[in-house]
C-alpha cells in the first residue's frame, strides 16, 4: 500500500546516438545486425505465461533481400484469440489494483533496458525487418520509443494530481480507475516505437491488452515483448497475438469486453472498425474508446520569399527520410513559379548523392519499401506519371524488385493540382511538386486546405512573417501537426504532440496526456464531513 506521494524520475528525452564511423554504438549494432541476420528466430504467440507455437507459421524476410529468411512467427486461430481475451481480462483484476507506482517502475525500467543491452538487437531489429538506416532505427525503435517510456509516466502522475476544489465542509476527490474491459491495440510496420507505445499506454493507466502488430514488424515487436517480459510485466496484461487480421478483429470486436481500441494504420481499415463497433455498440458492456491515427497527404507549401535551398532540404528529408514510409512524410508540394528552377536543381543534386541498398551498409540512405504490394502500388502510380499528358517524372522514376523492393526517390511535376499523386496516399519515396503562380498564393493556401482527405503533417517556408501567420491561419485544420521553416516529419514526445483529424484519425495526440486520458475512467468521489439530518432548507422559514 502506497505511503506517500511519489516523485517519478524527471522525463528527459534520450539523446541520438550519431554512429558516426568508428564509433563504439556503430560497431555495436553492426555486430548485432550480423547475428541476427545469420539466425534465425521462431516468434510464438504470447498469451498470459504461455508462448504458443501454433505449427501454423509464415516466414518472416528482409525487405531489401525478401529471399532472405531471419525467421517464422505462428499464427493464431479463433480459439486462441478468444483464450487471449480470457487471459487479459483474467489479469486485470490484480493490474488495475496494483500502485501505481509498481505500473511506473516497470514501464521505466523497460525504457533503461532500451537505452542500454536492449539498444543494439532493438535498432537491428528494425534495420532487419523494416529495412530503416540506423539513424531512423535509432530514432525510432531506441529514441522514440524509450521517451514514450518516460514520459508517458510523467503524463500519468500529471493526469493523477488533477484534482478538484474542496471546501472545509467536504473532500472531493477524483480517481482515475482502468477501462472496464479490455483493451484492442493493432500496431503499424512503419515505427517499432508506435508498436511499443500502443499496448504499452493503455496498460500504464491499468488497463488490460490483447495487442496485433503488423506481419511485417513481427521480428522487433518480439524483441518488445522480451523487453516488458525483462521489465517485469505481470503475465496477461499485454497479450500478442499474430495471425489473420480480419479474423482475429472479429472475434475481438464481437466481444462485449471490449473497452477499447487504440490504432495507427491506413484510414480504410479503421473506418471499418468504427462501423463495425457501431453495428456491434448493444452488445457490449460500456461504449469502447476508439483512438486512431490513421492516413496522411502531407504538404510543403513555400512562400516566394522562402530559401530554395531550405525548402529543398525539407523535401529530401521530410519525402525520402525511410523511403516515405512515414504518416507524415511529405508527399505533396507547391512551390511559387520563382523558387521552381533553384528547388529542383538543389533536389536533382541531394537525389543524385543518396545511395541506395541495404542498411547494413551505413553510407545508404535509402533502403527498401516494406513489401512487394507496396513495391507494386508505387510502380503502377510512377509508370502512370510518365504516360499521363498533365504529369511528368523529373528526377528519378526507377525500381526494381529482383533482390530487394527498391523504389529510387521520385520527383513527379504536374499541372493538375488535383493529380492523382497529389491526392492519394502513396507511403513511398515518391513526392509530386505542383508550381503556383507567385501572385497566386492565397489561392495556393486554399488548394493545401481542400486538395486531401487528410490532415495529419504539413510544413510551410517563409522569411516573411505575414505569410507566415496567414499560412498558419488558413491551414489551421489541415494539419494537426504544423511546422514553420522545418520538414514536415520527426515529432519528438514531450515536445510535439503528435496526430491529426479528418481522415488522418481522432487526433488525441500521442506523446501527451491527452493520450493517456482515453484510456482512464474518472470517478469522482465526495465526502461529506458533518452530515444533514434535517432535509428541511432556511428558505422554508
Given at each position: 500500500?502506497?505511503?506517500?506521494?511519489?516523485?517519478?524520475?524527471?522525463?528527459v528525452?534520450?539523446?541520438?546516438?550519431?554512429?558516426?564511423?568508428?564509433?563504439?554504438?556503430?560497431?555495436?549494432?553492426?555486430?548485432?545486425?550480423?547475428?541476427?541476420?545469420?539466425?534465425?528466430?521462431?516468434?510464438?504467440?504470447?498469451?498470459?505465461?504461455?508462448?504458443?507455437?501454433?505449427?501454423d507459421?509464415?516466414?518472416?524476410?528482409?525487405?531489401?533481400d525478401?529471399?532472405?529468411?531471419?525467421?517464422?512467427?505462428?499464427?493464431?486461430?479463433?480459439?486462441?484469440?478468444?483464450k487471449?481475451?480470457?487471459?487479459?481480462?483474467?489479469?486485470?483484476?490484480?493490474?488495475?489494483?496494483?500502485?501505481?507506482?509498481?505500473?511506473?517502475?516497470?514501464?521505466?525500467?523497460?525504457?533503461?533496458?532500451?537505452?542500454?543491452?536492449?539498444?543494439?538487437?532493438?535498432?537491428?531489429?528494425?534495420?532487419?525487418?523494416?529495412?530503416?538506416?540506423i539513424?531512423?532505427?535509432e530514432?525510432?525503435?531506441a529514441?522514440?520509443?524509450?521517451?514514450?517510456?518516460?514520459?508517458?509516466?510523467?503524463?500519468m502522475?500529471?493526469?493523477?494530481?488533477?484534482?478538484?476544489?474542496?471546501?472545509?465542509?467536504?473532500?472531493?476527490?477524483v480517481?482515475?480507475?482502468?477501462?472496464?474491459?479490455?483493451?484492442?491495440?493493432?500496431?503499424?510496420?512503419?515505427?517499432?516505437?508506435?508498436?511499443?507505445?500502443?499496448?504499452?499506454?493503455?496498460?500504464?493507466?491499468?488497463?488490460?491488452?490483447?495487442?496485433?502488430?503488423?506481419?511485417?514488424?513481427?521480428?522487433?515487436?518480439?524483441?518488445?515483448?522480451?523487453?516488458?517480459?525483462?521489465?517485469?510485466?505481470?503475465?496477461?496484461?499485454?497479450?500478442?497475438?499474430?495471425?489473420?487480421?480480419?479474423?482475429?478483429?472479429?472475434?475481438?470486436?464481437?466481444?462485449?469486453?471490449?473497452?477499447?481500441?487504440?490504432?495507427t494504420?491506413?484510414?480504410?481499415?479503421?473506418?471499418?472498425?468504427?462501423?463495425?463497433?457501431?453495428?456491434?455498440?448493444?452488445?457490449?458492456?460500456?461504449?469502447?474508446?476508439?483512438?486512431?491515427?490513421?492516413?496522411?497527404?502531407?504538404?510543403?507549401?513555400?512562400?516566394?520569399?522562402?530559401?530554395?535551398?531550405?525548402?529543398?532540404?525539407?523535401?529530401?528529408?521530410?519525402?525520402?527520410?525511410?523511403?516515405?514510409?512515414?504518416?507524415?512524410?511529405?508527399?505533396?508540394?507547391?512551390?511559387?513559379?520563382?523558387?521552381?528552377?533553384?528547388?529542383?536543381?538543389?533536389?536533382?543534386?541531394?537525389?543524385?548523392?543518396?545511395?541506395?541498398?541495404?542498411?547494413?551498409?551505413?553510407?545508404?540512405?535509402?533502403?527498401?519499401?516494406?513489401?512487394?504490394?507496396?513495391?507494386?502500388?508505387?510502380?503502377?502510380?510512377?509508370?502512370?506519371?510518365?504516360?499521363?499528358?498533365?504529369?511528368?517524372?523529373?528526377i528519378?522514376?526507377?525500381?526494381?524488385?529482383?533482390?530487394?523492393?527498391?523504389?529510387?526517390?521520385?520527383?513527379?511535376?504536374?499541372?493538375?493540382?488535383?493529380?492523382?499523386?497529389?491526392?492519394?496516399?502513396?507511403?513511398?519515396?515518391?513526392?509530386?511538386?505542383?508550381?503556383?503562380?507567385?501572385?497566386?498564393?492565397?489561392?495556393?493556401?486554399?488548394?493545401?486546405?481542400?486538395?486531401?482527405?487528410?490532415?495529419?503533417?504539413?510544413?510551410v517556408?517563409?522569411?516573411?512573417?505575414?505569410?507566415?501567420?496567414?499560412?498558419?491561419?488558413?491551414?489551421?485544420?489541415?494539419?494537426?501537426?504544423?511546422?514553420?521553416?522545418?520538414?514536415?516529419?520527426?515529432?519528438?514526445?514531450?515536445?510535439?504532440?503528435?496526430?491529426?483529424?479528418?481522415?488522418?484519425?481522432?487526433?488525441?495526440?500521442?506523446?501527451?496526456?491527452?493520450?493517456?486520458?482515453?484510456?482512464?475512467?474518472?470517478?469522482?468521489?465526495?465526502?461529506?464531513?458533518?452530515?444533514?439530518?434535517?432535509?428541511?432548507?432556511?428558505?422554508?422559514?
Amino acid at each position: 500500500m502506497s505511503k506517500g506521494f511519489f516523485n517519478v524520475p524527471k522525463a528527459v528525452n534520450e539523446p541520438v546516438k550519431s554512429y558516426a564511423p568508428g564509433s563504439t554504438e556503430r560497431e555495436t549494432v553492426a555486430n548485432a545486425y550480423k547475428q541476427m541476420w545469420n539466425s534465425q528466430v521462431e516468434v510464438p504467440i504470447y498469451i498470459g505465461n504461455e508462448e504458443i507455437k501454433t505449427g501454423d507459421t509464415k516466414t518472416m524476410s528482409a525487405p531489401h533481400d525478401h529471399q532472405h529468411v531471419v525467421g517464422i512467427y505462428h499464427q493464431a486461430n479463433r480459439e486462441l484469440v478468444e483464450k487471449a481475451i480470457a487471459s487479459a481480462l483474467e489479469a486485470r483484476a490484480k493490474w488495475a489494483s496494483l500502485s501505481w507506482e509498481h505500473r511506473a517502475s516497470i514501464f521505466l525500467k523497460a525504457a533503461e533496458l532500451l537505452a542500454g543491452p536492449y539498444r543494439a538487437k532493438i535498432n537491428a531489429a528494425t534495420m532487419i525487418a523494416q529495412s530503416k538506416t540506423i539513424h531512423q532505427a535509432e530514432i525510432d525503435a531506441a529514441c522514440e520509443l524509450i521517451d514514450f517510456l518516460r514520459y508517458n509516466v510523467e503524463f500519468m502522475t500529471q493526469i493523477y494530481k488533477d484534482q478538484p476544489k474542496s471546501d472545509s465542509s467536504m473532500w472531493n476527490r477524483v480517481e482515475y480507475r482502468p477501462l472496464e474491459g479490455f483493451v484492442y491495440a493493432i500496431t503499424p510496420f512503419n515505427f517499432t516505437a508506435i508498436s511499443g507505445n500502443l499496448p504499452s499506454s493503455a496498460a500504464l493507466m491499468g488497463n488490460v491488452v490483447v495487442w496485433k502488430p503488423a506481419a511485417t514488424q513481427v521480428y522487433s515487436a518480439n524483441v518488445i515483448m522480451q523487453v516488458f517480459k525483462e521489465a517485469g510485466l505481470p503475465n496477461g496484461v499485454i497479450n500478442m497475438i499474430t495471425g489473420d487480421s480480419g479474423m482475429i478483429s472479429d472475434v475481438i470486436l464481437s466481444n462485449p469486453h471490449l473497452a477499447g481500441v487504440h490504432f495507427t494504420g491506413s484510414t480504410g481499415v479503421f473506418n471499418d472498425i468504427w462501423k463495425t463497433i457501431g453495428q456491434n455498440i448493444a452488445s457490449y458492456k460500456t461504449y469502447p474508446r476508439i483512438v486512431g491515427e490513421t492516413g496522411g497527404k502531407d504538404f510543403i507549401i513555400a512562400h516566394p520569399s522562402a530559401n530554395a535551398k531550405q525548402v529543398a532540404t525539407g523535401i529530401s528529408r521530410g519525402a525520402f527520410e525511410f523511403q516515405g514510409q512515414k504518416c507524415s512524410a511529405a508527399s505533396r508540394v507547391y512551390l511559387p513559379k520563382s523558387l521552381w528552377a533553384d528547388v529542383k536543381s538543389f533536389l536533382e543534386a541531394d537525389l543524385q548523392s543518396m545511395k541506395m541498398g541495404s542498411p547494413e551498409d551505413m553510407s545508404n540512405f535509402i533502403t527498401a519499401v516494406i513489401s512487394e504490394a507496396s513495391f507494386d502500388k508505387l510502380a503502377r502510380y510512377i509508370d502512370q506519371a510518365k504516360n499521363d499528358s498533365d504529369a511528368e517524372v523529373v528526377i528519378g522514376g526507377n525500381y526494381d524488385k529482383s533482390k530487394g523492393y527498391f523504389i529510387e526517390p521520385t520527383v513527379i511535376l504536374t499541372t493538375n493540382p488535383k493529380y492523382a499523386t497529389m491526392e492519394t496516399e502513396l507511403f513511398g519515396p515518391v513526392v509530386t511538386i505542383y508550381v503556383y503562380e507567385d501572385a497566386q498564393w492565397q489561392e495556393a493556401l486554399k488548394l493545401v486546405d481542400e486538395t486531401s482527405e487528410y490532415a495529419l503533417t504539413g510544413a510551410v517556408f517563409s522569411k516573411c512573417r505575414y505569410a507566415i501567420e496567414e499560412a498558419t491561419v488558413a491551414l489551421q485544420n489541415a494539419a494537426g501537426n504544423f511546422y514553420i521553416n522545418d520538414k514536415p516529419t520527426g515529432a519528438v514526445v514531450g515536445m510535439q504532440p503528435f496526430g491529426g483529424a479528418r481522415g488522418s484519425g481522432t487526433n488525441d495526440k500521442a506523446g501527451s496526456a491527452q493520450n493517456l486520458l482515453r484510456w482512464a475512467s474518472v470517478r469522482t468521489i465526495k465526502e461529506t464531513f458533518v452530515t444533514p439530518e434535517d432535509y428541511r432548507y432556511p428558505f422554508l422559514g
